[in-house]
């Protein structure tokens, strides 16, 4: 999100702005802001939890307490060889039924590896990915195969951006989203009527940009999805 913001200031903003900062985050950034905002790079979280196949569960469970304020932005642990390449994904889910002193190699599937994408992998690919893996998050890579950041599914990331209550986002009603989200955006009655535009036109592409009341800026994508069977 900060990237997101430092991309909507002039380059001298940008870089008054990064002076400011710790020097380990303003590397962060910088490389953030080097990819294009439509590329999997620009839409990655860089908080990745990330351990090693020898690790047992109980040691990576207290690790990830130490990320607590992160729990939005962390569904799985990057299980990383020696030369911090990736070999494995391992949920959250699992570290929670799994004991505490089992190994991550132990958690690692041979027959279900991690989706990666490279950081320059467009919007499409990345939505089509996610749609077609039915992950809750992707892994994108660098060309040596170690982690750069995650890729977030809709459904997390739509939850923290527009504070969706569960019962909403539980239910799949699309009327009962759009009345929470739409009093959220400065021009609500547009917003309302170009998403019920948006979903009587299934073959649209658009990119546009939504200003909020309290001062965000989304910068929206609006992608076709086709499986197998179209």
């Given at each position: 999100e900060a990237a997101e913001a430092l991309r909507e200031l002039p380059e001298?903003?940008?870089?008054?702005?990064l002076a400011r900062m710790p020097l380990a985050t303003q590397r962060e950034l910088a490389r953030m802001l080097g990819y294009a905002p439509d590329e999997a790079g620009g839409v990655m979280t860089t908080v990745l939890a990330c351990d090693e196949p020898h690790e047992t569960v109980e040691?990576?469970?207290k690790r990830l307490v130490k990320l607590a304020k992160h729990q939005t932005e962390i569904d799985s642990v990057a299980v990383l060889d020696a030369d911090g390449r990736l070999?494995?994904?391992?949920?959250?889910?699992?570290l929670l039924?799994?004991?505490?002193?089992?190994?991550?190699?132990?958690?690692i599937d041979p027959e279900n590896p991690p989706v990666t994408l490279r950081?320059?992998?467009?919007?499409?690919?990345?939505a089509t990915e996610m749609?077609?893996?039915?992950?809750?998050?992707l892994l994108v890579v660098d060309d040596d195969g170690k982690p750069l950041g995650r890729i977030l599914s809709y459904n997390?990331?739509?939850?923290?951006?527009?504070?969706?209550?569960?019962?909403?986002?539980?239910?799949?009603?699309?009327?009962a989203l759009l009345r929470h989200v739409a009093p959220q955006v400065s021009d609500a009655r547009?917003?309302?009527?170009?998403?019920?535009?948006l979903r009587s036109d299934r073959t649209v592409r658009v990119r546009d940009e939504l200003a909020l009341l309290d001062g965000r800026v989304f910068d929206r994508w609006t992608v076709p999805l086709f499986g197998s069977d179209n």
């Open positions: 001298e903003e940008q870089a008054e702005l040691e990576v469970r070999i494995g994904d391992v949920s959250a889910f699992d039924v799994n004991k505490s002193g089992k190994h991550l190699a132990d958690l950081p320059d992998a467009d919007i499409d690919t990345v749609v077609e893996s039915r992950r809750s998050s997390r990331r739509f939850h923290e951006m527009w504070a969706v209550p569960d019962a909403i986002l539980e239910s799949g009603d699309a009327d547009a917003f309302e009527e170009r998403v019920r535009a």
